[in-house]
């Protein structure tokens, strides 16, 4: 997946611009910061989230940490291969280490979403 | 330190030796034991337990116990857990046979004593906390903040506000929200500012017409004071919720602010922390919960009153949530704080929130730079750093500064907690460390700084003085075995 095209939450998430059934993660700066992830909590496929609402937990021997729907929802698909490698997010948050697909019910905006330029500078601050 | 492997104690190879030999059983006896079980559950070989003599399973455990890091061995900085000192009259006290004897069926004019203790607890923690009624049966720290918040709900449901959401920083321990969850409440959470401070804003933001209340601690998990706590107790009421003090972090103010004055109307109190209890460690707990007068008819059942004849009986408040565990508390660790309230007193309560606060400042105006303070440079009991800059720049992280004490002889603080500040250390230092022990950490710390500059290889393969070189994390996670198959 190229980052450059992701689009990132204040809290860390990442999510395709476009598309019937959106990918979402976590960014590598979050995977960073957790270390080594030893356990996801994945939600069923059918669930409907809201933007905002903590719908995935990431553990790592440094701490949990909940993850944040980027947009209001169905996730319609979730990343099987995490249950048996929670590393892949670390190795590859953008890629193979994917969380869900959501597909977007049109009720949240994406004005409030930063592309990844815009993301990495929150970074610096 | 001895640095040989200790082998598991079935590894030992001593085949033969027994530390006890009983008699042989009388030959026709003998079978007919074995000969009862049915043959899919007789094994085939002898299990492969132990062989060995007395003296050996003694030295055995004796070296293992050598290699334990303690409180009555070493300083231990854990920051937010306050492993301050046992003072050894509690456990005198508490050994009392006429306090280990007791059964807890017994009728309650033999008990009138143990009983005696709990209410004078209750005694001790009302003025303390500046609240009106309090019971010491919540068996640990956990069961408190489930009981507080269990009577919040009570009184929401009993008043029929509907509301239903609670409100919590995002520096709170993590069991503030898993108690909230456990008694039936959504919860939200508050920001915290640039300066370590619950952001008014944000809880404007997140009050409502649903809000049941909000749990905080004070001074909170930055180890700083909420300076704005009367305005947040105002909200908070104004917006129709209540106030839980996370009492986690009393003893920094203990005999110099109570929860009460601020506005909150539940309280617990870990007595592990601010009354020098052991710590549980999965084992007994105590944590005792104080509230205001409006929601006293809650307080959970068996509840200790005090009759007009003086006696001491068990009571069910008149609106009470139930039970919480089979019987009274854990009055074994009520008595044990109770010994140390009597032995400090007022005044000794109060020196002990100071000390905790003068050691803690002490330590973080000693720290060298590169230990960088997000949040100034004054706290209360125990203060954050941060080697963020270390971490750009060096590669060095919170987790090899954490080994590397282990080398120089020091237990580590708590790292990466509280989760807002990254590569973090909480240090906390309590009130009976004297300044020598301070300044042997300080200088172990100086040790440590000077090494990220010129030797920084040496953290990040730490600890490599110890028994055990760096272990992995992860794999320790996912990978799980503590098996030994029979």
Redesign the interface.
């Known amino acids: 997946m190229d980052e450059s095209k992701l689009l990132f939450t204040k809290s860390h998430e990442w999510i395709e611009p476009e598309g019937e059934a959106r990918r979402c993660g976590i960014s590598a700066h979050a995977q960073e910061m957790l270390g080594d992830i030893v356990f996801v909590e994945l939600p069923e496929a059918g669930r409907k989230v809201s933007k905002g609402e903590e719908f995935i937990i990431v553990e790592s021997p440094k701490a949990a940490a909940d993850v944040y729907a980027p947009l209001s929802g169905e996730v319609v698909e979730v990343n099987e291969a995490l249950e048996g490698d929670p590393a892949l997010i670390n190795k590859d948050p953008y890629g193979e280490g994917w969380l869900v697909k959501i597909k977007p019910d049109g009720t949240s905006g994406t004005d409030d979403l930063m592309d990844a330029r815009a993301y990495k500078d929150s970074l610096e601050e | 330190m001895d640095r040989t492997e200790i082998p598991l104690i079935h590894e030992i190879p001593a085949a033969g030796r027994r530390g006890v030999l009983p008699p042989s059983a009388p030959p026709e006896d003998r079978n007919t034991a074995v000969e009862a079980l049915p043959d899919h559950l007789r094994r085939e070989t002898p299990p492969p337990l132990p062989e060995v003599s007395e003296l050996e399973a003694v030295r055995h455990f004796t070296r293992l116990s050598q290699r334990n890091y303690c409180i009555d061995g070493q300083f231990y900085p854990l920051g937010s857990c306050t492993m301050k000192y046992n003072p050894r009259l509690n456990e005198k006290i508490a050994a009392m046979p006429a306090f280990t004897q007791l059964h807890p069926r017994q009728e309650e004019a033999d008990v009138q004593g143990v009983l005696r203790v709990c209410h004078d607890m209750q005694e001790v923690l009302k003025p303390l906390l500046g609240l009106d009624e309090a019971t010491a049966a919540p068996a640990a720290g956990a069961q408190g903040e489930f009981v507080g918040m269990s009577i919040i709900k009570a009184w929401h449901e009993d008043h029929g506000t509907g509301r239903d959401e609670v409100l919590v920083p995002d520096a709170a321990h993590?069991t503030n929200p898993a108690s909230a969850v456990l008694a039936g409440f959504k919860v939200r959470e508050v920001k915290s500012g640039p300066d370590g401070r619950m952001d008014l804003e944000s809880l404007r933001a997140n009050l409502g017409g649903k809000t049941a209340g909000i749990m905080l601690t004070n001074p909170n998990t930055c180890g700083l004071f909420e300076k704005d706590i009367v305005e947040v107790a105002r909200l908070v009421h104004e917006a129709g919720g209540l106030l839980y003090y996370d009492g986690a972090n009393l003893n920094a103010i203990a005999g110099r602010a109570r929860p009460g004055d601020m506005g909150f109307d539940v309280v617990h109190v870990n007595l592990h922390k601010t009354f020098s209890t052991p710590h549980g460690g999965g084992g007994p707990g105590s944590g005792p919960v104080a509230v205001s007068a409006r929601l006293a008819p809650y307080l959970p059942t068996p509840h200790v009153v005090r009759g007009s004849d003086g006696s001491y009986r068990l009571s069910t408040p008149e609106k009470s949530i139930g039970r919480m565990l089979a019987f009274h508390g854990n009055t074994g660790v009520v008595l044990r704080a109770m010994a140390y309230a009597l032995s400090q007193g007022g005044e000794g309560l109060r020196a002990v929130a100071d000390h905790s606060a003068l050691n803690a400042n002490y330590i973080l105006a000693r720290l060298p730079e590169v230990f960088e303070r997000p949040f100034g440079s004054r706290c209360m009991h125990e203060a954050v750093v941060t080697v963020r800059g270390a971490r750009k720049e060096k590669d060095i992280r919170a987790?090899d500064v954490a080994k590397r004490l282990l080398d120089l002889g020091f237990h580590s603080p708590t790292?990466?907690?509280p989760?807002l500040v990254?590569e973090c250390f909480l240090i906390e230092p309590t009130e009976t460390e004297s300044k020598d022990t301070l300044d042997r950490f300080i200088a172990a710390m100086e040790q440590i700084a000077r090494e990220i500059e010129s030797q920084p290889e040496v953290l990040a393969s730490a600890p490599n003085e110890l028994p055990t070189g760096r272990l992995d994390?992860?794999a320790?996670?996912?990978e799980l075995n503590v098996c030994c198959r029979f």
Request: aromatic share 24%; glycine share 8%; hydrophobic share 60%.
């Open positions: 993590g987790f790292v990466y907690f989760l990254p994390e992860a320790a996670a996912k």
